[in-house]
């Protein structure tokens, strides 16, 4: 037994990773405040969530800076995942207000933790966009201290988060671990300029036909993983004063590769499934060499279990009538 009694807080909690993220801890039978601006649920009860009437759900804006504050200190937090975000579309569609999100709700978090004065496990989401396009590194692979180039908004956002993490360690000694996932993909992955890969799943699921926006490469990374990924960072982050970035690994797989996986997994899918030709626009393959030494071992499911699971989550969601009321 820990000495002392954890308290997550997660924020963006109503979010797809924040989903995963709630019904693992609650799975391991840790207390946690799930907090989100939006009170909308549905990728909780989408998870099948065994614990959905456990939630202690709080609604929370992180642009609110003594809100954050006062959350952390009231519920006694021992340690933050901290997800809440605009991603991609949002962030070129309105880009101050992704500043003010991302950024702004970034140094909020960092902020209400100084402002606890003790020992808190902060992990808070990155992204493989703070790296440029796979040709600006050798062989199309970043590594955990390759050079950042963002080319979107929203990956200068991140850029900064990553620095207002540093300078928060060297400030206060704030430990935190910033995970730079690629692309997520799972039960809950709805939105987003990379929700192509789960969308196209569910699309397959429903018999309906559906085009990707992009081809090439990516790095899929299974939402559980990534979930399980947070919170151990966070966990990892505790005994901590430094501020590490690190990568999170994923299955590598061409576009063109994962809908021939999809068509093996759900023959009745073959032809409608289709894809631009132009490539994504990041690195080719993220590697995670230090992840693993810094949490322990890391989650990593293959595309086949992670997608043949995804598969069969979405067709009990489809049956019970849980997807009718996700966004398109
Ligand atoms: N999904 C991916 O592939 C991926 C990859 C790299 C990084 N990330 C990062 O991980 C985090 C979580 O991603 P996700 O896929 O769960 O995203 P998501 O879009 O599913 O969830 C984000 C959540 O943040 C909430 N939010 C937005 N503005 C808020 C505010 N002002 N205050 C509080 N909550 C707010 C939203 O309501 C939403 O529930 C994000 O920061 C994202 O940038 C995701």
Known sequence: MNEEKERFLVTGAAGCIGAWSIRLLLDEGVDVIASDVSEDLRRFRLLSHPHTDEVSFVPLDVTATTEVARIVQEFDITHIVHLAGLQVPFCAANPPLGAMVNVVGNVNVFDAVRAADRRIGLAYASSA?????????SGGVVGDVSPVMPDTHYGV???????????????????SIGLRPFIVYGPGRDQGMTSDATKAILAAVQGEPFKFKFGGNMLLTYAPDCA????????AAAGSGDALVLNVPGRRVGVAQLVALIEKLLPEAAGLLSWET?????????SSPALGDVIGPVANTSLEDGVGATIEHFRRAVADGVLSSSPS
């Open 129 to 137: 966009a703070v790296f440029g396009a796979s040709s600006a590194y």
């Open 157 to 175: 956002y991140k850029v900064a988060n990553e620095g207002t993490a540093r300078v928060y360690s060297l400030n206060n000694g704030i430990g």
């Open 278 to 286: 132009k490539p994504i626009s990041a690195p080719a393959l993220l």
């Open 228 to 235: 399980r990924a947070f919170i151990e960072s966070a966990r």
